[in-house]
């Protein structure tokens, strides 16, 4: 008789049962062998791949950007992600010139670069045209407008009346720079009354006197110490912050400008005037100078003493041969920071056995201005033979080794001065030296800067 099926199975399973017991017990006696190694995996981080512009954070590629504008052109290229960061922010300032002048206009009308546009540098067309200065009210973020004249003539050195027209429909205008006039077509437009918005005004105008009729609110003023800059400075003086004047052959004129700062200051009672930042580029600073001009210089700078005046820029000063250290008989004890800056023309600060520096008058400034933090003097060039300057370490070697650096830190040991800062050029890249102190009681440490 067969046995029932599920008892076949039940025996079968417990046969196999037992005759694996067997066979585990018959192997119990032998040596097992290995298991095969696992592959230990480390789990440190893999190395990050280095840094480049294509895998910069958003932040950073930004502020590149922003700060440089010609970088910011090409990075949109490189790939669609720094296309869609730079390209808003390399819109912001445009250049437009007579040449393809339209068609660049009507590139500038098209979104979204009509409203990322902040700078314009913008020359005036002859003859006009349509899609010219009369687009300008579209720019509603304009805030900065340069505007320059490059055609020769007759009425080309005549501001038209339609430019100045459409000036007037910019809202957000903040700066505006006007190059290449002498004057203004309309007499009547004056920047109080038709641009109250802006802060900083920048023209080589000859005339254009009206344009500072009832005392815009700037704050900052570029212009030729001409007739114009008189009424500029006269206009401006009890507003301003920063000033900044260029030289002209005529010496009356800064005998005007320093008359209209003591005019304003009498004017503003007991109250310095908020100005803090002067710079006189290519003032006559002659070598040696006239005693017209000396006298006009020095009068000019002493008025400064009835500002809150805090930096202090000459560029293209000449080497101070004709001047003594008595010739500066006042102060400026608000100043904080000095550069004199002789220009490519001079080289005041040259280190030379033939033509050793002269720092007497820079010894008169250190009294002029008794309470100076930093001094910023340039060009200093080393006197070496060119080949040698092609080698950083002999560039290095003439600046830290010249006698002319150890008088100059011997002058300043006792004063406030914590850092100083010389530039020099030698043809083939532009560095800075820099000597800096925590205090007056501690020594200089030396340094050596590449431009970014």
Request: net charge neutral; charged share 25%.
């Amino acid at each position: 008789m067969r046995p029932p099926r599920g008892a076949a199975q039940s025996g079968g399973a417990g046969a196999a049962g037992a005759a694996g017991a067997a066979g585990a017990a018959g192997a119990g006696g032998k040596k097992r062998r290995n298991p095969t190694p696992q592959i230990q995996i480390s789990s440190s981080p893999e190395p990050e791949p280095p840094t480049n512009l294509l895998n910069l954070p958003d932040e950073f590629v930004t502020k590149i950007a922003e700060e440089e504008e010609d970088v910011a052109s090409a990075l949109r290229f490189l790939s669609c992600r720094l296309y869609r960061l730079v390209n808003p922010i390399a819109w912001r300032r445009r250049e437009v010139w007579s040449y393809m002048h339209d068609r660049r206009m009507a590139s500038l009308l098209q979104e979204p670069m009509c409203s990322s546009l902040v700078t314009l540098d913008y020359c005036v067309p002859n003859p006009p045209s349509y899609l010219g200065v009369a687009v300008f009210p579209l720019f509603q973020n304009l805030t900065k407008l340069i505007l320059r004249s490059e055609v020769e003539g007759v009425d080309a050195y005549i501001v038209p009346s339609y430019v100045t027209k459409a000036i007037t429909g910019l809202p957000a205008l903040r700066s505006l720079e006007i190059f290449g006039y002498d004057d203004l077509e309309d007499k009547l437009f004056d920047l109080a009354s038709h641009l109250p918005q802006l802060t900083s005004f920048s023209t080589d105008l000859l005339e254009a006197r009206a344009l500072f009729k009832d005392s815009p609110s700037l704050k900052h003023l570029e212009s030729f110490a001409n007739r114009g800059g008189v009424a500029g400075v006269e206009g401006t003086i009890k507003t301003l912050s920063t000033l900044r004047l260029w030289g002209r052959d005529e010496p009356a004129f800064l005998d005007e400008i320093a008359e209209k700062i003591m005019n304003g200051k009498a004017l503003s009672g007991e109250q310095k005037l908020p100005l803090e930042a002067l710079e006189l580029s290519n003032i006559p600073f002659a070598d040696p100078p006239n005693a017209d001009r000396k006298t006009n210089m020095l009068k000019l700078l002493e008025c400064f003493r009835f500002t809150e005046l805090r930096t202090l820029v000459l560029v293209d000063v000449g080497s101070f041969a004709g001047y003594a250290a008595n010739d500066f008989e006042f102060a400026l004890p608000s100043v904080r920071s000095v550069k004199l800056f002789a220009g490519y023309q001079n080289h005041p600060f040259t280190v030379s056995n033939k033509n050793p520096v002269k720092l007497e008058v820079f010894n008169a400034f250190l009294k002029v201005c008794p309470n100076l933090e930093q001094v910023i003097l340039g060009p200093w060039t080393p006197a070496e033979p060119p080949r040698q300057l092609l080698k950083f370490e002999s560039t290095w070697r003439a600046i830290v080794d010249c006698p002319a650096l150890a008088a100059l830190i011997a002058m300043v040991q006792t004063t406030n001065i914590t850092h100083i800062k010389l530039l020099w050029d030698n043809h083939i890249s532009r560095k800075s030296f820099h000597l800096t102190r925590a205090s007056k009681d501690d020594g200089f440490e030396r340094e050596v800067r590449s431009p970014l």
